[in-house]
Nanobody
Framework: QVQLVESGGGLVQAGGSLRLSCVAS????????MGWFRQAPGKEREFVAA????????YYADSVKGRFTISRDNAKNTVYLRMNSLKPEDTAVYYC????????????????WGQGTQVTVSS
């Protein structure tokens, strides 16, 4: 069992930055790849970024590549998502998730989810 709690969301103007955090508790965090997903109103949950268990590899959706950075600190059981140059279309609820098996890009590959944190980008 893994419990995930996100924080760091909020309201920001276009072009601004936010850093989301996700703290994990429960079974060993450091052995799981971790991912961030987002869901805007009326849309399906979509992949944002993922990071392997040791941070050696990262993966990004094309829409955020070059603007967002995923990182992790296994000593703190925390994964981060640094978001720069935010756009109104980045507005969504952001979820972190612990990878279970399969592709990093699909939500069905993740077995544990946080409750989400709202990010709103005003134009």
């Amino acid at each position: 069992q893994v419990q995930l709690v996100e924080s760091g969301g909020g309201l920001v103007q276009a072009g601004g930055s936010l850093r989301l955090s996700c703290v994990a508790s429960g079974r060993t965090f450091s052995t799981n790849a971790m991912g961030w997903f987002r869901q805007a109103p009326g849309k399906e949950r979509e992949f944002v970024a993922a990071i392997t268990w040791n941070g050696a590899s990262t993966y990004y959706a094309d829409s955020v590549k070059g603007r967002f950075t995923i990182s992790r600190d296994n000593a703190k059981n925390t994964v981060y998502l640094r978001m720069n140059s935010l756009k109104p279309e980045d507005t969504a609820v952001y979820y972190c998730a612990a990878h279970y098996s399969g592709s990093y890009y699909g939500p069905n590959s993740y077995g544990y989810w946080g409750q989400g944190t709202q990010v709103t980008v005003s134009s």
